[in-house]
């Protein structure tokens, strides 16, 4: 089976999307179920993960809301205030829905870089085990240093990367977000996404060659057990389509085992998010 990890719905407003910016205005427009459907029947994808693209509550109903009407969304990682003196109680509302698998913060748009080591945001963290909830790292690579002391806090806790901590592949920078990669993952709770690439190369001339150090480092650091393919659609269309995302980590494994390629493909989704 074929999971996608990584895809978000959207109606589209200015003002709650201000986010895409006039080099993503391909995006400005509405992105629904009924879309991504045509696009798994001829990719050959068997289902999906809906992540949250706004934080809100609201954002997290909608998403449960789309699941409920299309059996194709396996599971919801959505949003919840984990500073929130109530979180307990917020976290045991979803803790009833069994599409809700977990749940991000744009920490990549925090202005602090030291957010996940804040004491609020710990103790919502420190909730989520109790029901099972993973948690999406959304991060920028100057992140990946308070990332490795946050993990190191919650060694059962089930926690994902997201996009590979967003490398700056247009720049090609790669020693410093490698060595920090490479640390993280030495924690076995701590796995990775194989998504959100092609849009941090150049939108217009990225290649297969540009993406491929960043996903052999991640390979290595990993392991076949520990990553698993996302498309970041509909984010991914700014600098291409569904085909040649997918295709960029179908090739990038070819070389692998069949059971390493159906691990990254699928069977790691599905048992990361109790899919």
Known sequence: MVIDSHQHFWNYDPIKHEWIDDA????????TPEDLKLIYKQAGV???????????????????????????????VGWVDLRATNITEVLELYAEKPIVKGFRHVVQGEAD??????PNFLNG?????????????????????????????????????????KPYIKDAFYEGWSTQMKAVSKHENVSCKLSGMITEADYNSWSQNDLEPYMNLVLEAFGSERIMYGSDWPVC?????????????????????????T????????????L
């Open 24 to 31: 993503m205005k391909v995006i400005r427009r509405d992105f």
């Open 46 to 76: 068997d289902g999906c993960v809906a992540v949250q693209a706004d934080q809100t509550l609201e954002e997290t109903d909608f998403l449960i809301d789309l699941a409920s009407k299309n059996d194709f969304i396996k599971g919801v």
């Open 113 to 118: 870089h030291n957010f996940l080591l804040r």
């Open 125 to 165: 963290i420190s909730n989520l085990e109790a029901h099972n909830f993973t948690y999406d790292i959304l991060i920028f690579p100057h992140q990946l240093g308070a990332t490795l002391e946050f993990v190191k806090q919650f060694p059962n806790q089930k926690f994902i990367i997201d996009h590979l901590a």
């Open 237 to 261: 269309l700014v600098a291409g389509n569904y085909d040649q995302v997918k295709k960029t980590v179908t090739d990038f494994i070819s070389k692998l085992s069949l059971n390493e390629q």
């Open 263 to 274: 691990l990254i493909m699928g069977k790691n989704a599905i048992e990361f998010y109790n």
